[in-house]
């Protein structure tokens, strides 16, 4: 009887330890470095830029062409972080394009929206 209790209470301890759960790392890598990549609603993104000065991020819709969203920034040199917003946007499949000041194309990637 005594040893009941003994693998009983061992049985109640080893199910009473704390899980420990890990966070998930933010992404921190180049987000024109892949030819695709899945986001969420307020998703924060990374690029690298050689110099510092003005750029254009634009959201266009894959289907249409039609752009959707055209942000003008102030980039530093080296890695620049921006948060994506998408709640309300109705595609599901978009090109995030990164332009200079004279409106050229510098680099181009696919976001698929979850």
């Known amino acids: 009887m005594m040893k009941n209790y003994i693998f009983?209470?061992?049985l109640f301890l080893i199910s009473c330890t704390q899980e420990v759960i890990e966070p998930i790392p933010p992404k921190q890598s180049?987000?024109?470095l892949?030819?695709?990549?899945t986001i969420q609603n307020t998703d924060e993104i990374s690029f690298n830029l050689?110099?510092?000065?003005?750029?254009f991020i634009s959201l266009v819709d894959i289907k249409t062409k039609q752009v959707i969203s055209r942000e003008?920034?102030?980039g530093t040199k080296?890695?620049?972080k921006l948060n994506i917003y998408t709640k309300s946007v109705d595609s599901r499949y978009l090109y995030l394009i990164l332009m200079d000041n004279n409106r050229v194309e510098l680099n181009r990637t696919t976001l698929i929206l979850q």
């Open 50 to 55: 050689d110099f510092e000065g003005i750029y």
């Open 30 to 32: 180049n987000v024109f």
């Open 8 to 10: 009983v209470f061992l």
């Open 72 to 74: 003008k920034i102030l």
């Open 34 to 37: 892949q030819k695709e990549n």
């Open 78 to 80: 080296g890695t620049n």
